[in-house]
């Protein structure tokens, strides 16, 4: 299953707000996960089952979708936001993930 | 708190070996899915392997299927992954991570990841 993630860069404002999209080639139901990985640390999970936030993470994050169209979106970007984000699908093996999308200011 | 820790990586040669390590803590590790995911350096994610807890399901990423074996010793809380014939393409950072069942299979804990580099 290829997942395709647009855009693969964006340049945005802190207060902004912010969607990411994938789509897989085929349906996976509601099996994407996000994550988001800062330069030189591990990915960090954010949302699962496609729109359940992981424990801890604001909630400003939010997901949406299912089949093969999936957005995360960043209600208000914080700075701590700037990062790198990669969906994932987990309806089958193998395990696929996303191109990444670079969030820059 | 859960503790992932990868060790064991290094340069190589191509065709080489390399034995990488995950100690697990915080956690009834036991209980747990594991996975490999690797970051060649500038790129995204790539899945590599994953290995149920019971060591009796494993799955393994075409690119790797045939060098690549994955293994777990429940007993020490460690996962390993045994990489021979490697490639200048197997060059990247590696990270170890938890497959959580009640999110649907997602990475919800990390390691710090360890670098391989293959390289003449």
């Known amino acids: 299953i290829q997942l395709s993630q647009s855009p693969s860069f964006l340049s945005a404002s802190v207060g902004d707000r912010v969607t990411i999209t994938c789509r897989a080639s085929q349906g996976i139901s509601s099996y994407l996960a996000w994550y988001q990985q800062k330069p030189g640390k591990a990915p960090k999970l954010l949302i699962y089952?496609?729109?359940t936030l992981q424990s801890g993470v604001p909630s400003r994050f939010s997901g949406s979708g299912s089949g093969t169209e999936f957005t995360l979106t960043i209600s208000s970007l914080q700075p701590e936001d700037f990062a790198t984000y990669y969906c994932?699908?987990?309806?089958?093996?193998?395990?696929?993930f996303g191109g990444g999308t670079k969030v820059e200011i | 708190e859960v503790r992932l820790v990868e060790s064991g990586g290094g340069f190589v040669q191509p065709g080489g070996s390399l034995k990488l390590s995950c100690a697990a803590s915080g956690f009834t590790f036991s209980n747990y899915a594991m996975s490999w995911v690797r970051q060649a350096p500038g790129k995204g994610l790539q899945w590599v392997s994953a290995?149920?807890?019971?060591?009796?399901?494993?799955y393994y990423a075409d690119s790797v299927k045939g060098r690549f074996t994955v293994s777990r010793d429940n007993s020490k809380n460690t996962l390993y992954l045994q990489m021979n014939s490697l490639r200048v393409e197997d060059t990247a950072v590696y990270y170890c991570?938890?497959?959580?069942?009640?999110?649907?299979?997602?990475?919800?804990?990390w390691g710090q990841g360890t670098l391989v580099t293959v390289s003449s």
């Open positions: 991570a938890t497959i959580e069942p009640s999110a649907l299979g997602s990475f919800d804990q």
């Open positions: 290995l149920s807890g019971t060591r009796d399901t494993v």
């Open positions: 089952a496609a729109s």
């Open positions: 994932q699908q987990l309806h089958g093996y193998p395990l696929t």
